[in-house]
């Protein structure tokens, strides 16, 4: 079985939901138009991407603004759609991604492993990271996740056909040596082909490009400037890579093979907590910010009443 699927690159402006989504219109119809009738946008389109409580300004509701809109464009263009957004949930706020098609949602996936400076402002929610529609079971990885060895083997196991990589990643901020940095992002380019190897399934690869431009919650004096790293690119089963971007905006449209033959039915290989094959000193690095993020987020004593405003309570 063949599938047309697109992959939309685009700049989203920080705490502009309304203006993200109507600038996302015309990439959204220009791959339907090409032929897509699977269709992934960059994680956290519609609120942008910033560290800082202003974040959560952007938050909705399980049913607001972005639902609505991919609602209303998958209805409209007949396709499948999805992003993730910033959603206010009891106390908290998490990160959601909805896969919605022309008659109706097929479902959610919450990012279960929050990465970095996002710890401070949401939190991470397990569960299911396959999503049943009509056509094939989606798998969804969201950004830090496909760093992480917890999704490879839930694909396996729930009998993906074909995983989506919403992604929101910068070129890697900090005081690194120059050649970490570069194995990070050679990390980041390489993860569609990677797990479209490894599983045997084809991989859309979708990036915001711009600029991530936000304060630093561990250095309150700090304030970064620094590109997305773009590279949108869109990998078939036997791991080619068919369509790739730079980093500008852009839309890419591939035809892809969701072959069962193909399937490895083999998670990738992992050490620890991480299929990432980084230096050990760098994971753990990653793995003492995260936690101090965690802890952060859990005793901040505005999170409660920020989310209590989204929800009207």
């Excluded at 960059?42 to 800082?52: A, I, R």
């Excluded at 499948?80 to 959610?108: C, H, I, K, Q, W």
């Excluded at 049943?132 to 950004?143: E, K, L, M, S, Y």
């Excluded at 869109?234 to 790739?244: E, K, M, P, V, Y």
Aim: with cysteine; net charge positive.
């Amino acid at each position: 079985m063949e599938l047309t699927v697109g992959a939309i690159q685009m700049e989203s402006r920080n705490h502009d939901v309304e203006g993200n989504l109507r600038r996302a219109i015309p990439l959204v119809e220009e791959a339907a138009g090409k032929g897509a009738t699977l269709i992934c946008l960059p994680e956290f389109l519609p609120s942008g991407y910033v560290f800082h409580e202003r974040m959560w300004d952007a938050a909705e509701r399980s049913a607001g603004p972005t639902t609505r809109w991919l609602a209303e464009q998958a209805k409209r263009l007949h396709v499948t759609l999805g992003t993730s957004f910033l959603e206010a949930r009891d106390a908290g706020f998490r990160n959601v991604f909805v896969l919605m098609g022309p008659d109706g949602e097929y479902g959610r996936v919450a990012k279960q492993d929050v990465a970095q400076y996002e710890n401070w402002f949401t939190e991470g929610d397990p569960g299911r990271h396959v999503i049943q529609t009509p056509f094939a079971r989606v798998g969804v990885g969201i950004c830090y996740e496909n760093l992480r060895a917890f999704l490879s083997p839930q694909l396996v196991e729930h009998d993906a056909d074909i995983l989506l990589q919403p992604h929101c990643c910068p070129v890697f901020p900090g005081f690194l040596p120059m050649r970490v940095k570069r194995m990070f992002e050679e990390e980041v380019r390489h993860t569609a082909g990677r797990y479209a190897r490894g599983l045997g399934i084809p991989v859309v690869f979708v990036n915001q490009c711009g600029f991530l431009d936000t304060p630093t919650p561990m250095f309150p004096f700090l304030r970064l400037r620094v590109p997305f790293l773009g590279h949108t690119n869109i990998a078939d089963s036997d791991g080619q890579i068919l369509g790739q971007a730079r980093g500008e905006s852009a839309v890419l449209v591939c035809r892809v093979n969701l072959d069962p033959q193909r399937k490895t039915h083999r998670a990738l290989p992992a050490r620890g907590k991480w299929v990432a094959q980084m230096p050990t000193p760098f994971l753990r690095l990653l793995e003492f910010v995260d936690a101090r993020g965690k802890a952060a987020y859990a005793r901040n004593p505005r999170r409660a009443a920020a989310a209590r405003r989204v929800l009207g309570q």
